[in-house]
């Protein structure tokens, strides 16, 4: 299958594109600028310098295509990329695998699919955009919600291993609130397989959640941080002010939910079979671990 794919060298993508053409895909990658797309060239994929609310250009690329993954998705691009994108493969019956999040779930012990919607802030916009691509007749539509993605030594994961470390006899390294709340988690090479089998096998009008199903505390992560790093003092609580001063007030409400996911939908559905290390692993003695060391 000929494949368009936005998002092409970020943090996800970077997984994406070498999955796809390992599965014998070609790739076209719509970029923003010269530099991504000798990136997505060296990778062995074609690539398109332009824009993503170009509506014209993402309409003939979407229907020379087979199908099209959406990863860069952002509020000021998707209402016009999604309509493009439908403009472009309508009534062809084609793949269109947009990206949600799982933030927009809010607090869940057991987030599914069928969860009801708790935004924060920070995603209330998707939700409209995820609508109107699951609504599409004559497009295969469907939604991958990615939980929080790391591997690496990239990806948010890094709040936690670039947490202030506090100063004194004995320094403390910061969590996130009071550490209690869980994180929903997945890899970033797991995911880009479920983008993937999405692609090839969701039906239209499916979510597909993206969770590995490790739920870590933030505290159980912080504390492993502090670990590896040899911090004296292990962890710290912050206020939610603290948390809001150092990550601004739109990301720290979002990674104060309390979430826990399994993806079990995905595995059923698709086959799917996250097997990459979790994220205490990947603190512990993995990617993360060995700038911690050093820190």
Do not use: C
């Not at 690329?61 to 199908?67: N, T």
């Not at 959406?70 to 000021?76: E, Q, R």
């Not at 880009?192 to 992560?221: K, Q």
């Amino acid at each position: 299958m000929s494949i368009l794919l936005t998002g092409a060298t970020g943090y996800i993508g970077s997984s994406v594109l070498p999955r796809l053409l390992d599965e014998g895909h070609a790739v076209t990658a719509l970029v923003r600028d010269e530099a991504k797309a000798q990136l997505v060239r060296d990778a062995g994929a074609s690539a398109v310098v332009g824009d993503a609310t170009d509506s014209a250009l993402v309409s003939r690329l979407a229907r020379e295509s087979d199908g099209v993954i959406h990863l860069a998705s952002a509020p000021d691009v998707d209402p016009v990329f999604v309509a493009a994108v439908l403009e472009g493969l309508a009534g062809s019956g084609k793949p269109f695998v947009h990206t949600g999040g799982v933030w927009t779930y809010g607090s869940n012990p057991d987030i599914t699919e069928d969860s009801p919607a708790a935004p924060p802030a920070i995603t209330a916009w998707r939700g409209a955009n995820e609508a109107v691509v699951l609504g599409a007749e004559g497009v295969r539509g469907s939604v991958v919600v990615p939980s929080i993605v790391y591997g690496h030594g990239k990806g948010l994961a890094r709040v936690i291993v670039d947490a202030p470390r506090g100063s004194g006899v004995a320094p403390a390294l910061q969590l996130i609130g009071d550490g209690t709340q869980h994180w929903a988690t997945v890899h970033v090479d797991d995911v880009a397989a479920l983008y993937v089998l999405a692609l090839e096998n969701g039906e239209a009008g499916e979510v597909y959640i993206a969770a590995g199903g490790a739920n870590p505390t933030v505290r159980e992560l912080g504390e492993l941080a502090a670990r590896a790093a040899e911090v004296a003092g292990g962890v710290a609580p912050a206020s939610v002010e603290e948390t809001e001063e150092r990550l601004g007030a739109g990301l720290a409400e979002a990674l104060l939910l309390d979430q826990q996911a399994r993806g079990t939908k995905a595995r059923i559905d698709l086959g799917w079979e996250p097997n990459g290390p979790t994220l205490a692993d990947e603190i512990a003695t993995g990617s993360y671990a060995h700038e911690l060391a050093r820190s």
